[in-house]
């Protein structure tokens, strides 16, 4: 029994404590049982009750695990909903920064949770890929070092943000939509013009 509690999210805090740390309630529970006494434990200790405190997650675990619930709800494999900062979840992360337009930092914060939460329009992995001007002018700009996204063919914000980037380097005026005129631009442009 005791070997399952401690393989659960439960921390044990054994027989043997001392009176400044077992407190008034272990007092009241072990008066009856047999004398408390402060060092090693021995047989006297053996009648002393097993008390278990339920382990508090800290506020990282707990931005973690919202990032990890909110991520799989946009699309991303996070992993499982641990609050542990593994792989998968650190590359979510990475991923959903990118297609976002955020800072790729990989790391969770109460500023990304919020994004992840509130941000309108939502960015998610769900919508299926679309061929076209899209996809086309996310080539061309990764080939140039703008587009750091997947290529997905979604106009979402990490596109809008290297289209804008780009033109911006190219003294282009800025194309209110992705379009087969702004692909041609981007492919007439000269081909100095390259991500910094």
Request: aromatic letters at 4%.
């Amino acid at each position: 029994m005791q070997g399952d509690l401690l393989k659960s999210e439960w921390q044990c805090v054994t027989r043997g404590l001392g009176l400044a740390v077992a407190g008034a309630a272990l007092l009241t529970v072990a008066a009856a049982a047999a004398p408390l006494s402060v060092g090693a434990p021995g047989a006297r200790d053996a009648a002393l009750p097993l008390i278990c405190v339920q382990a508090v997650p800290t506020m990282d675990e707990a931005y973690i695990r919202a990032a990890q619930k909110e991520l799989r709800g946009h699309g991303y494999d996070a992993g499982p909903v641990d609050g542990a900062m593994g792989a998968k979840t650190r590359a979510a992360v990475r991923a959903y920064q990118g297609d976002a337009g955020l800072p790729v930092t990989g790391e969770v914060t109460k500023e990304l949770v919020d994004h992840l939460m509130f941000a309108q329009p939502k960015v998610t992995r769900f919508a299926a890929p679309a061929p076209g001007a899209v996809l086309d002018i996310q080539r061309d700009l990764a080939d140039r070092g703008y587009y750091l996204g997947p290529l997905d063919g979604i106009d979402g914000p990490a596109t809008r943000g290297a289209v804008d980037r780009f033109l911006a380097d190219a003294g282009l005026t800025h194309s209110p939509e992705p379009s087969a005129r702004l692909r041609d631009q981007i492919r007439a442009a000269p081909p100095e013009v390259r991500a910094k």
